[in-house]
Nanobody, 128 residues
Framework: QLQLAESGGGLVQPGGSLRLSCRAT????????IAWFRQAPGKEREGILC????????IYNDSVKGRFIITQDNGRSTVFLQMNRLKPEDTGTYYC?????????????????????WGQGTQVTVSS
């Protein structure tokens, strides 16, 4: 079965940048839509961006528009989340997840109920 893992989180100052990576530790990303989510304490998990195998992307959170970019490498071994001009409100645990039932990104993620499996999460803290 497909298993995912995120990496690249850490502590960064406001205005800084960070690049997260999502890889398959078991199986391959294949043609599955891969989406990034985040969750802050006391809040529901929220969708950020999704990318399909053909590079078609879907934005789920307007608060990251113009700041975050989702990409993937040529062999689709890794999906990246490039985060620029980070703000304290971006702080949270970031997850990647796959939609095994489609080859396109759903138009709305909700809290991620279309996605399974999930990675273990990587912590992003934006603070001076």
């Amino acid at each position: 079965q497909l298993q995912l893992a995120e990496s690249g989180g850490g502590l960064v100052q406001p205005g800084g940048s960070l690049r997260l990576s999502c890889r398959a530790t078991r199986g391959t990303l294949a043609y599955y839509p891969i989406a990034w989510f985040r969750q802050a304490p006391g809040k529901e998990r929220e969708g950020i961006l999704c990318i399909a195998y053909n590079d078609v992307t879907t934005i789920y959170n307007d608060s990251v528009k113009g700041r975050f970019i989702i990409t993937q490498d040529n062999g689709r071994s890794t999906v990246f989340l490039q985060m620029n001009r980070l703000k304290p409100e971006d702080t949270g645990t970031y997850y990647c997840a796959a939609d095994l039932q489609r080859n396109y990104c759903v138009g709305a993620s909700g809290s991620g109920r279309d996605f399974d499996p999930w990675g273990q999460g990587t912590q992003v803290t934006v603070s001076s």
